[in-house]
């Protein structure tokens, strides 16, 4: 596994593997990987000769109050994660060889950023477009794997790479969870062992409308009802039904059903499809 830090050296290596016909899977991260970063690894392993990963803990995509400072830094273990996923370059940019200065191209999905994080989280989505955006220019043509636990992230990023023409086919991934069904997130790292407990609430909601809804309910509002039942416990950011494609409300499924809670400092996302 070969650990590169610059740009160009990403550029060098990849090209003298596009001379000998091999095709690239990539993983963009922000480190501190888990089970469902090593399941998108998997997925770019089954399907090319090459993997890589980024590990960049993208400054541009936090707001001036998030946890950028706090957020997992874990290099070493992730860097023996991903040699044991048999991955073949990491690319650990520093901040300085992201952005040598401030970005002056700012990059919108209009319509996708806007609802749920993008209302949550102002600017959030700009900061993921621009490092994304830059990521897949410097890898160049490949498949890139994403999680659907980030649901808006992943229809932001297909998009983006289709208005601009990427080289990059954008996979998405299903989501992984704890045997307790908590999503895994590298923010789970910041729950103490109680409020753990208490962030069950979200999936065990977006699992009673799932349920609700294969039992035959249809209401939209019905349905978001059952499950902000589950949600009494936690300070709750929102919980909609969206279409899967556009992210714009619904009144009955099938349906995204996106939920965002607080537990103490952290913030978690999930979601379901509901058919
Ligand atoms: O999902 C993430 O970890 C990040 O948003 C990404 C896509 C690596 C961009 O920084």
Do not use: W
Request: with cysteine; glycine share 8%.
């Amino acid at each position: 596994m070969i650990v590169v830090e610059r740009i160009e050296d990403v550029r060098k290596e990849l090209a003298a593997v596009r001379v000998l016909g091999r095709t690239v899977g990539f993983v963009p991260t922000m480190g501190a990987l888990h089970a469902g970063h090593l399941s998108l690894v998997r997925a770019a392993r089954a399907s090319h000769d090459i993997v890589v990963v980024s590990v960049f803990v993208n400054p541009a995509q936090f707001g001036p109050h998030e946890d950028l400072a706090a957020y997992p830094r874990t290099l070493e273990s992730d860097l023996k994660l991903c040699e044991g996923a048999g991955v073949d370059f990491v690319f650990v940019p520093g901040a300085d060889e992201m952005y040598p200065r401030p970005p002056g191209v700012r990059i919108v999905v209009a319509g996708l950023s806007e609802p749920m994080e993008g209302r949550a989280r102002p600017g959030h989505f700009e900061g993921v477009a621009l490092v994304v955006a830059k990521l897949f220019n410097i890898v160049g043509e490949c498949s890139a794997y994403f999680g659907q636990k980030d649901a808006q992230q992943l229809r932001i990023v297909r998009r983006l790479a289709a208005d601009l023409d990427l080289p990059v086919q954008v996979v998405g991934c299903p989501t992984v969870r704890d045997a307790d069904g908590l999503a895994l997130s590298s923010r789970n790292f910041y729950l103490s062992a109680d409020e753990r407990v208490r962030a069950l609430a979200l999936p065990r909601a977006l699992f009673a409308i799932r349920d609700a809804a294969a039992a035959g309910e249809r209401d939209a509002r019905t349905l978001l009802a059952r499950g902000r039942d589950e949600l009494r416990d936690v300070e709750v950011d929102y919980l909609e039904m969206v279409d899967g494609e556009d992210l714009r409300p619904v009144d009955a499924p099938p349906a995204l059903v996106c939920g965002a809670i607080r537990v103490g400092r952290t913030r978690l996302i999930d979601n379901v499809e509901v058919t």
